[in-house]
Each structure stands twice: as structure tokens, then as C-alpha cells.
């Protein structure tokens, strides 16, 4: 896996639509555009022609619609980064997705402040949080499979009103 592939695959937005994708498995333009917030359509084409270029997603089906193709999209899970499994990436390639995940975050982060009211909310609606836990390989697993329950019981929410768009980032490391 090249730098250029890692860097499209960790934009914020193609992350949410491969996110999307990976909860539904195959979804339209316009399910993504649903999922996706208040984006121009325009920037939402522009996002998935990086990811197919790249081959990170593909086509899958072609619906003639009213004289227009409405395409379905899916994830291209042979050019993933951890399709052959994270023991054969190289360092190198490690480092990039990490500087990238990184970078994606931070993104994230700046988009956050710079909205009309992201200082005013930081109290209620931002928080970085470090906690060194002593944990057997076993209490790691058993810990990450609930954080990844009560993930997974939100993800198949739908945007409306009162959901604003709110991502949860997790780095775990250990030390020898």
C-alpha cells in the first residue's frame, strides 16, 4: 500500500463514507449524501472518485433511475490495509496510517473550534482522555469488546435534529 492510498483513505469525510459502507455494506450517492451531513454534492462526487481511483471502494451495481444511473457503491475490501492482516505492513506503512489517523484528527479537531459556537461547547461537547490501566492480554479484550458494544449500539443512528455528527477516536498502546 503506497502514501498517496493511505492519505485518500483518511480524509474525514472518506472515512465517514467508508464507514458508512462498512455499516451498510453497499449504499447509493444519495444514502451517502444522507449519512454524510450537509455536504454539497459536489464535494461528496469529488470524495468518492478519490476512493475509487485508488480502488479503496467500487461500483457494484448501476440502477437506471428517470434516465439517470445511480450507482452502489461498496468497499473494496482486497485493497484495505489490514485485508492481509497489520503483521505484513512495514513500519513504514504503519507509520503512515498512524501520522495520517493523526492528521485526520486534528482536522477533525480544527473544524470543530473554528465553528461559530466550537469554543463555546467545548466544555459539554470535546474531551481528550488518558488512562494508564494495568489489564491481562484477556481484561484488554474483554474491555475493548464492551467499548465496541455500546459503539456499535449507536452506529446505525440516522441524522436528524438534535444528532449532530460526533466521531470517537481510540489509540491503545502498550508498553513492554
Given at each position: ?145 464492551k467499548i465496541n458494544e455500546v459503539i456499535s ?24
Amino acid at each position: 500500500m503506497n502514501d498517496n492510498t493511505i492519505t485518500a483513505m483518511m480524509h474525514p469525510l472518506r472515512i465517514r463514507i467508508m464507514q458508512e459502507l462498512a455499516i451498510k455494506e453497499h449504499a447509493t450517492t444519495k444514502e451517502l449524501m444522507h449519512a454524510c451531513g450537509d455536504i454539497p454534492q459536489a464535494t461528496l462526487y469529488r470524495h468518492l472518485k478519490e476512493l475509487l481511483n485508488h480502488d479503496l471502494i467500487k461500483v457494484t451495481q448501476e440502477n437506471q433511475i428517470n434516465g439517470i444511473i445511480e450507482k452502489v457503491y461498496t468497499i473494496n475490501h482486497d485493497q484495505q490495509p489490514f485485508s492481509k492482516g497489520i503483521t505484513e505492513l512495514t513500519v513504514n506503512d504503519l507509520s503512515s496510517i498512524f501520522n495520517q489517523f493523526m492528521i485526520s484528527l486534528m482536522t477533525d479537531f480544527k473544524t470543530y473550534i473554528n465553528h461559530e459556537d466550537g469554543i463555546k461547547h467545548l466544555q459539554t461537547e470535546f474531551g481528550l482522555v488518558s488512562a494508564s490501566l494495568f489489564l491481562s492480554d484477556q481484561e484488554l479484550i474483554d474491555m475493548l469488546t464492551k467499548i465496541n458494544e455500546v459503539i456499535s449500539s449507536y452506529l446505525q443512528n440516522e441524522p436528524n435534529e438534535e444528532r449532530k455528527l460526533r466521531k470517537f477516536s481510540r489509540i491503545l498502546t502498550t508498553s513492554k
